[in-house]
């Protein structure tokens, strides 16, 4: 289902996987949440290069509450299993996020202006009759964002994103 010509929602199988995680907090301003994401991947980075971890998909971050309150959100590295246990490292921990039958939208471009595609994104559930207000979202939770490419080595025009909405 195309929205528009750069916005595409496809519904997909998303699989279960073994992720390195952490559990985060910070107020929704994106400054704010870009810092936090990216205080929690250094963080997640260190406890797969001690545990000798090998990421297998891309890396996420997980919503599962957003408002003016404030955002939860668990930041997660799909791992391949580990033939050991490993064990948690203070507030990281190794366990299976779960797989979902999902509607996955495509935000081509920089981080910053993923809120204008979330904003769309509201107005293309109101248009399909899936959400009466923003306050529908709470329906699609948790919503997650997987980051396709590295923002170290990939120009921002070229930053591919995929936001789904699990439809569980």
């Known amino acids: 289902m195309t929205i528009t010509d750069t916005l595409v929602a496809t519904r997909t199988e998303v699989p279960p996987v073994t992720a390195a995680q952490l559990d985060c907090a910070c107020p929704p301003d994106p400054a704010a949440i870009s810092a936090e994401m990216g205080r929690a991947f250094a963080v997640l980075g260190e406890f797969i290069g001690r545990n000798r971890l090998q990421p297998n998909a891309p890396p996420r ?71 009466d207000d923003d306050a529908g979202w709470v329906r699609f939770m948790p919503t997650w964002e997987e980051y396709q490419n590295d923002p170290r080595t990939t120009p921002e025009a070229d930053l591919v994103t995929h936001i789904h909405l699990p439809m569980d």
């Open 61 to 131: 971050a997980i919503y599962t509450a957003f408002g003016q309150e404030g955002v939860k959100l668990t930041v997660a590295m799909p791992v391949a299993a580990p033939a050991a246990p490993v064990p948690a490292s203070g507030p990281v921990r190794l366990g299976l996020l779960p797989g979902a039958h999902t509607l996955r939208f495509t935000h081509r471009g920089p981080y910053r202006e993923l809120m204008g595609t979330y904003g769309r994104i509201t107005g293309w559930l109101k248009t399909e009759g899936l959400i």
